[in-house]
């Protein structure tokens, strides 16, 4: 069983950064494939970033590339998504997952086992 906790959301003016935490519970924790979603009012959840156990393997959504940064702390049990030049599109409820069933990750919700409860970014124009 894993349980997560995000935080760091915020409200944010074009152009500004914000860092993303989610802390993770659970003893299994580091064999877990972590992935970051979002989703704005009206639309489908949809694949923000996702970084392998391991942290060989790290994909981004065309949108968020060159902007957006996963990175792990194991230490700390901790994933984070950086996110730096921040748009008004990029305004959503942003939600970690983990997943057990592919070291890898994916792209997709149904790739994932477990969620946190989401954290809103607000970004101003």
């Known amino acids: 069983q894993v349980q997560l906790v995000e935080s760091g959301g915020g409200l944010v003016q074009a152009g500004g950064s914000l860092r993303l935490s989610c802390a993770a519970s659970g003893r299994t924790f580091s064999t877990y494939a972590m992935g970051w979603f979002r989703q704005a009012p009206g639309k489908e959840r949809e694949f923000v970033a996702a970084r392998s156990w391991s942290g060989g393997s790290k994909i981004y959504a065309d949108s968020v590339k060159g902007r957006f940064t996963i990175s792990r702390d194991s230490a700390k049990n901790t994933v984070y998504l950086q996110m730096n030049s921040l748009k008004p599109e990029d305004t959503a409820v942003y939600y970690c997952?983990?997943?057990?069933?592919?070291?890898?990750?994916?792209?997709?919700?149904?790739?994932?086992?477990?969620w946190g409860q989401g954290t809103q970014v607000t970004v101003s124009s």
């Open positions: 997952a983990a997943s057990g069933k592919s070291g890898i990750g994916g792209t997709s919700p149904s790739d994932y086992d477990y």
